[in-house]
């Protein structure tokens, strides 16, 4: 995913870890921020966009949706739009 210089061989993780903190600096962003808390952000992103929770496994590149499950919380604009079966059964009467 992150190709460097050579085809072959895939960025390091410092050269990595260099790129995102100097492209958090160029941008003013002062909150603590690390990579993993990017991809944190993309999962919820996926999730509150309504994309199903299997695809964000493959992107996310998990064997177990469990794991994907813990990994992404539930993002509050998604709760939100939740119909409790209540609802649903006001709109049959």
């Known amino acids: 995913m992150f190709p460097g210089q050579s085809r072959v061989e895939p960025l390091s993780p410092r050269s990595l870890n260099r790129a995102f903190n100097s492209a958090k600096a160029m941008a003013g962003i002062k909150k603590p921020a690390t990579l993993h808390s990017l991809r944190h952000s993309f999962a919820t ?3 509150e966009a309504d ?3 299997r ?3 493959v992107l996310l590149g998990h064997a177990k949706l469990t794991t994907t499950a813990r ?3 539930v993002a509050t604009k998604t709760l939100r739009n939740v119909a409790s079966p209540y609802e ?3 709109d049959v009467t």
């Open 45 to 47: 992103h996926l999730l």
């Open 51 to 53: 994309t199903d929770v």
């Open 55 to 57: 695809v964000i496994q």
């Open 71 to 73: 990994y992404t919380h």
């Open 88 to 90: 649903h059964m006001q």
